[in-house]
Structures are given as C-alpha cells and as structure tokens.
C-alpha cells in the first residue's frame, strides 16, 4: 500500500513538472490581422517577440526590429534582428496557425548572436 501512495505521489509531481514545462517553453503568441491587405503590423510583431519569448535560462530580447509585418497565412515569416544582452541574434517569426483575423505566431532564434550587430 505504501508504494502505491509513493508511485502516485511521484506521477502527480511529474504531471505537474510536466505542465509547467509545457507551458513555460511555448512561445506561441495570438495577433490580430488588420487593414486592407490583411496583415499583423511589423510593430505588433516586434512587441509580440520582445514580450512573449521564452526560452529556460535566457531573459527576453532587450529589442527586436522587423523589416515588415505577417500575412495571415500559414507558414508565412518574417526574418527579423533581436538584442539578446546586447548580442544580435537573427530570429525568425512564423505564422502557425489563422482563425479568421486570428494569427498564431511563434519564434525562434536562428543562430549565436554577434557582438554588434548581424554579419
């Protein structure tokens, strides 16, 4: 009986490490498309980035800029600049997902930054 408690014990805390896990390590964001054409500004974009990436032991980017905004198309990116502790690192912004004028975006850096500025 004892063991059972302590096996259950055990499967409750991984499921909760698990969830955390799960959520701490999506960077899925949700924008809105707008004006005529349909697209997610590259200002909403940018502030989506700086504010919704996450990545275990690393902070935010201090900024990012982008050369335009989404369509809201599945798969469509943007390759944009992100000043992660004064390194720039190229990050890439991808839709995954369009509900309406609904954009899911996510990101994810591209490669080690180089101290000032991309080469």
Known sequence: MKRIVVALSVAVVLA???????????????ATATGTP??????????LAKDDFARPWEDAPS????????????????????????????MLIAVTKVDGDRVSVDYGVLEKGKPGGPK
Not at 74 to 85: A, G, L, W
């Open 38 to 47: 349909r697209t997610v500004p590259h200002t909403e974009v940018e502030k």
């Open 63 to 90: 900024s990012v800029s982008c050369p335009r905004g989404l369509r809201p198309e599945k798969f469509d990116h943007v390759r944009c600049d992100s000043v992660f502790k004064g390194a720039h690192k190229p």
């Open 16 to 30: 909760v490490l698990a969830v955390t896990a799960w959520n701490t390590l999506d960077n899925a964001s949700v």
